[in-house]
């Protein structure tokens, strides 16, 4: 799913704050786009093999590659882990040590996501949020750059409100029996919930940044906060 690969601009976000566009920052940051997009595939390979039975019963999912059989689970699992050896060889060969730990965390978080994580309510949508801010701690590290405060509590609420969106959306558009399917902890009764949630931590998100354009470091960064 090439088109998922879009998250991972993300990793840009540190030099474009940061106002750093010189050509080794750009550089980095493009070499740290591509590993990670093909983690991130490798991962959707793992997570569809390891839903193939219930994504059958799914409504969309269930025209998927390897759930409607195109693609055998022995070819998904060659092309899975080719994808890993790709991405852990370029980060080795042109990236800082830090940029492949974040990566191998991202790995094994993803890996207990799927396996676990996913099934508990609430705590699942921390991680999942938590995907988006490590591919910006990864852009600063690409690039050598410090991510401030401001910018990791910003994310942490905002794709915590992005997360809880998905989540609600995928809950609107199942039937009951389908969500029982799923098996993603959640239920009709988390609807009106999760919408309270996805408006807080959207609203905290936007707060902190308001707070950040009147900051004294917004100060020195740009010449025009507003």
């Given at each position: 799913r090439i088109y998922?690969?879009?998250?991972?601009?993300?990793i840009f976000v540190?030099?474009?704050l940061a106002a750093n566009l010189d050509y080794l920052s750009f550089k980095n940051a493009f070499i740290a786009f591509l590993s990670f997009s093909f983690i991130a595939s490798s991962i959707y390979i793992f997570n569809d093999i390891i839903d193939i039975h219930k994504d059958r019963?799914?409504?969309r999912k269930k025209k998927r590659p390897?759930?409607?059989g195109e693609i055998s689970i022995l070819q998904s699992i060659l092309i899975s882990l080719s994808l890993?050896?790709?991405s852990i060889f370029i980060s080795l060969s042109f990236l800082p040590l830090n940029f492949l730990m974040i990566l191998i965390f991202y790995i094994f978080l993803n890996f207990l996501y799927s396996l676990y994580f996913k099934k508990i309510i609430y705590f699942?949508?921390?991680v999942l949020s938590s995907f988006y801010s490590l591919r910006i701690i990864a852009g600063g590290e690409a690039t050598n750059l410090d991510i401030s405060f401001w910018l990791i509590f910003f994310s942490i609420f905002f794709f915590l409100g992005l997360s809880t969106m998905k989540r609600l959306g995928e809950l609107l558009q199942l039937t009951k029996s389908e969500i029982e399917l799923a098996q993603r902890g959640f239920k009709i009764r988390d609807i009106n919930s999760l919408k309270v949630l996805s408006v807080f931590s959207s609203a905290c998100g936007c707060l902190l940044l308001t707070f950040y354009l009147f900051s004294n470091q917004a100060l020195m960064i740009y010449s025009?906060?507003?």
């Open positions: 998922q690969w879009v998250k991972n601009l993300l540190p030099m474009l019963f799914h409504p390897i759930t409607c890993i050896t790709l699942s949508l921390i025009n906060p507003l």
